[in-house]
């Protein structure tokens, strides 16, 4: 079946514009995360939906991010006035169920650049 | 919170060579251990995890993993590399919380270059 997939695979933007980044979840996995990857700070965890709910937005880095999932799918990260600091691999993975080892099938990632 | 810490950065091997990428965590609390592998230009893959039960856990590959509670690690090794193990491979634990909430928490990864 169709894996997790992410959109745009990469995105250059300039610095003070607004982004979103989309993440498509696999059918049926209620557990949506967002992580990002980037050469300083290596693999970062964001945030986590279940369902369409996020119990906890302190791993954001800044209130610049939030995240939104819809219909307990789709889910979108918004950067608003994007920093250069802000460059970095961002992630999503899916689960079947939340708690514990339900393992995380990753995405193939959208690559941020901001100029 | 929990950490963990892979020591090497990088780890170059001869082809069939055995190699053993390590890997030590800390928690307060049970941890749930996995190892992720990153080709080049892809996204993670899983390799294989510890949730309970036996020690040593086998995944994909040929790659086996070993629990040691004591020493809170959880070191990978194969007994024979080839140059399609040329990749990233990042260890990652996560805590059942209760929530449901965290996700995982990742090493900063090891490059394995196999050398022909």
């Known amino acids: 079946g169709a894996g997790v997939s992410q959109s745009p695979s990469n995105k250059v933007t300039e610095k003070g514009k607004d982004v979103e980044l989309r993440c498509d979840p696999i059918s049926g996995h209620t557990a949506l995360y967002w992580y990002r990857q980037s050469l300083g700070q290596g693999l970062e965890f964001l945030i986590y939906?279940?369902?369409?709910?996020?119990?906890?937005k302190s791993g954001l880095p800044s209130d610049r991010f939030s995240a939104e999932r819809t219909g307990g799918s789709v889910s979108t990260l918004t950067i608003q006035r994007t920093q250069q600091e802000d460059s970095a691999v961002y992630l999503c993975?899916?689960?079947?169920?939340?708690?514990?080892?339900?393992?995380?099938?990753f995405g193939p990632g959208t690559r941020l650049t901001v100029t | 919170a929990q950490s963990v810490t892979q020591l090497d950065s990088q780890v170059p091997v001869f082809e069939e060579a055995p190699v053993e990428l390590r890997c030590n965590y800390s928690?307060?609390?049970?941890?749930?251990l996995f190892w992720y592998v990153q080709y080049p230009n892809q996204g993670l893959q899983l390799l294989l995890k510890y949730l309970s039960g036996s020690t040593l856990v086998k995944g994909i590959n040929g790659f086996e993993a070993e629990f040691n509670k004591s020493q809170t690690s959880f070191h990978l090794r194969k007994p024979s590399v080839h140059i399609s193990d040329t990749a990233e491979y990042f260890c990652a634990v996560r805590t059942d919380s209760g929530g449901g909430a965290d996700g995982l928490t990742f090493g900063k990864g090891t490059h394995l270059i196999i050398q022909p």
């Open positions: 993975a899916s689960s079947r169920r939340p708690l514990g080892g339900g393992e995380q099938y």
């Open positions: 928690s307060s609390v049970s941890v749930y």
């Open positions: 939906f279940q369902g369409n709910s996020a119990p906890d």
